[in-house]
């Protein structure tokens, strides 16, 4: 395909006000699977509808694992070695997936008491510097940080110096940039000093032991130090990113402000992932073969892209979708956390984190409002994640 035919098709990502719907999410429901150029100049199939979705997420002749393989379409340009595309996967197969899955489990001993007590210290920095706060740098990214350093058992302080990591490692770049490869060289160093480090503990401290077990000599310090990184970026930025726009909904939407008011948070964590307009982009597969998809035929080693935010406003599985119901009786059928074999496996700990940040907010502050007019929110253009670049309060 030439550059002249991906330019002549509609550009992809459409719109990355994290505030509204994309308006040409309404004319896609008449073509579900339509054709769209991405940011690297590529063709792809753009998928919208709830059930089509679903069905490329959970059909194992769309792949994730191929959308890194050289001369693939890419929706972007990797900012991430092409193995890492993949973690997960990569993950199970070097034997390490129940060591991961512990540290990542929302009823680890003393979590819960971390999660509150961190969450209740933040506010009260927030209260003592005074009004303006700034909710994403000063709440929604440290706990966040915080939070996935405590599974891995580095030091908290340390979190600020991956999370600078972060703006590049999830670009939506045209090209390859340099600085990627330089973020991702550092922090790999990073954690694999830590797996000597006497003090390290949690998940990095149990993937350090394993390299005295024989059953596990396959494993390179390179490989245990991927595992750290990896689940530090993909884990904050999904969990920090989802939170963030959790409170824009709270700070802009007085429909969200009063169910969570009056039937508490918990009961409403589905919905409030559902309405999320945090995913700017679409969940990126490649086509192993030729595959019927709704009235398209889609070949192989064509990309296809998961519109999720269209799949979880698509009114044939959420009657009325731009209605907040906490009480939505498949409210947690969104697709938020992808489907599939490469369903998020930290989607508990994601909910019960969000669930407690917000109680704390709404419990300590039940004035918080925004501080600026909704629409000078500045939002990242580059991000993967659609966020406002600063989210500054009052109360």
């Known amino acids: 395909m030439s550059t002249a035919t991906a330019s002549a098709l509609p550009a992809f990502p459409f719109d990355w006000d994290g505030t509204r719907l994309p308006a040409e999410i309404a004319g896609l429901r008449a073509e579900p699977v339509r054709r769209v150029s991405t940011i690297a100049g590529a063709e792809a199939w753009l998928v919208s509808s709830y ?7 959970e059909d194992q002749r769309f792949s994730l694992k191929d959308t890194s393989a050289p001369g693939a379409p ?15 996967g990569n993950i199970t197969g070097a034997g390490l997936r129940k060591a991961v899955m512990k540290a990542i489990n929302p009823k680890a001993p003393g979590l819960e008491e971390w999660l509150r007590a961190r969450a209740a210290s933040l506010v009260d920095a927030l209260v003592a510097e005074g009004a303006p706060g700034e909710l994403r740098g000063a709440y929604a990214d440290p706990y966040s940080s915080g939070l996935h350093c405590r599974m891995l058992g580095i030091p908290e302080e340390d979190g600020p110096r991956l999370l600078r990591s972060l703006d590049v490692a999830f670009m ?3 090209r390859e940039i340099e600085a990627a490869r330089l973020h991702w060289d550092r922090d790999i160093a990073y954690m694999t000093e830590r797996l000597d480090d006497p003090a390290t503990g949690g998940l990095m401290a149990e993937l350090a032991a394993l390299r005295e077990d024989p059953d596990y000599a396959h494993l390179t310090d390179e490989m245990l130090a991927t595992v750290g990184v990896t689940l530090f970026g993909a884990g904050v930025i999904s969990t920090a990113g989802f939170l963030t726009m959790a409170l824009v ?17 918990a009961g409403a964590m589905d919905e409030l992932l559902r ?16 595959v019927r998809l ?6 192989a080693g064509e990309l296809v892209l998961v519109l999720v935010e269209a799949a979880n406003h698509d009114p044939e ?15 947690g059928e969104h697709l938020s956390f992808g489907g599939g ?5 930290a989607t508990a700990l994601g909910k019960r984190h969000a669930e407690i940040a917000l109680e704390t907010l709404l419990d300590r502050l039940p004035g918080l409002r925004l501080a600026v007019p909704v629409e000078q929110l500045v939002w990242r253009t580059n991000f993967m994640k659609r966020l406002p670049e600063r989210l500054p309060v009052a109360w």
């Open 51 to 57: 059930e089509l979705c679903r069905f490329v997420l």
């Open 74 to 88: 890419r929706q972007y340009a990797l900012t991430i070695p092409p193995h890492v595309v993949n973690n997960m």
């Open 172 to 174: 939506n770049a045209p």
């Open 249 to 265: 909904s709270v700070l802009t939407r007085p429909d969200v402000r009063e169910a969570l008011t009056a039937g508490g948070v």
């Open 275 to 290: 309405v999320n307009l945090s995913i700017g982009d679409g969940l990126p597969r490649v086509a192993l073969e030729d």
């Open 294 to 299: 709704g009235d398209v035929d889609v070949r």
């Open 317 to 331: 599985r959420f009657p009325d979708p731009l209605a907040f119901r906490p009480d939505r009786e498949n409210a």
């Open 341 to 345: 074999s490469h369903y998020c496996p």
